[in-house]
């Protein structure tokens, strides 16, 4: 009997043994997360306005305004190929929206298309993250001027140019005219 006793003292021993090791660390990681003391209260998500919000799509003057507002409301992301365009397919791309800007003179003093050095960015508004876009940024040289360069991948576009020496000689005249002619280039 005493033997019998000692079993049933060892099952039993086993049994709380390994209810404490299954059930502690279950209510140790509820407690940790807040759920057995109702601290994280759960959000009900509505998801008619997600799809609706991930619809929205930028215009190309919202894109352009995405562009200037500078880095305090945008985060960039590098990203290894864009969506639409290999890095020969955005340089080809970036290369034919450059011809089109007149004061660039890209026909005569142009650089070749592998000399434009550019890489995708996701580009996501700090504010309103449904308004994403993703851009090729970068640079390139002519006539000894550096330029920085955006071009936008959904439409093909040119968003910015800006010549990247300020100490270039007539700077700002010239960043006004390609400016302007970016401007017209921009709504034709």
Not at 157 to 178: G, M, P
């Amino acid at each position: 009997m005493k033997h019998r006793l000692s079993n049933i003292r060892e099952i039993l021993a086993v049994i709380v043994v390994t209810g404490i090791i299954t059930v502690v660390p279950y209510i140790y990681f509820q407690l940790q997360e807040g759920h057995l003391l109702g601290m994280k209260p759960e959000i009900p998500v509505d998801t008619v306005e997600i799809q609706k919000s991930n619809a929205e799509q930028l215009n190309l003057e919202q894109r352009r305004d995405m562009i200037r507002t500078g880095e305090a409301d945008v985060e960039r992301i590098s990203l290894k190929t864009g969506n639409a365009y290999s890095l020969y397919e955005a340089r080809k791309q970036c290369y034919r929206e450059l011809c089109k800007i007149p004061a660039l003179k890209m026909d005569i003093d142009g650089p070749v298309q592998r000399e434009i050095d550019i890489s995708p960015q996701l580009l996501v508004n700090a504010k309103v993250p449904s308004y994403s876009m993703i851009i090729w940024s970068g640079s390139l040289e002519i006539k000894d001027i550096p330029y920085k360069i955006v071009l936008d991948e959904d439409s093909g576009k040119l968003l910015s140019i800006q010549i990247a020496d300020e100490n270039i000689k007539e700077y700002e005249k010239l960043q006004e005219v390609f400016e302007k002619e970016l401007e017209e280039y921009f709504y034709q």
